[in-house]
């Protein structure tokens, strides 16, 4: 992993369960984001979040948040200064996979 980062590859890690404890555990870890649900973090109050994060953040390391279902939510997880977004309050899935996008490059 380490000659991965060296190359300039970045690597990014999916906490499904969304502990935040985890984090103490990364501090070494060559990893630069670190994907984590919604729910993991929309109770926290913001000062405790940004104090838990800081370490993280520190380092240069970044936050994926998914699961995202309300506008209230993507306003909250702006303030609170998250990297990336995903969810269905920013763009629902659809039935289709087969998007053509030489069509729409003119």
């Known amino acids: ?24 555990r990364l501090h ?16 926290i109050a913001a000062g405790a979040f940004s104090t838990l994060m800081a370490p993280w953040r520190e380092r ?11 506008i209230d ?3 909250r997880l702006w303030d609170l200064g998250i990297d990336f977004l995903q969810g269905d309050a920013l763009a629902a899935t659809g039935p289709r996979l087969d998007y053509d996008f030489e069509q729409d490059a003119g």
Do not use: F, Y
């Open 60 to 70: 240069g390391r970044g936050l994926i948040v998914d699961h995202v279902r309300s």
């Open 28 to 43: 070494d870890a060559p990893v630069h984001l670190l994907r984590l649900p919604h729910a993991a973090i929309e109770t």
């Open 1 to 24: 992993l380490r000659q991965l980062r060296e190359a300039g590859i970045r690597l990014s890690l999916s906490e499904p369960s969304g502990s935040l404890a985890l984090l103490d």
């Open 73 to 75: 939510a993507v306003s």
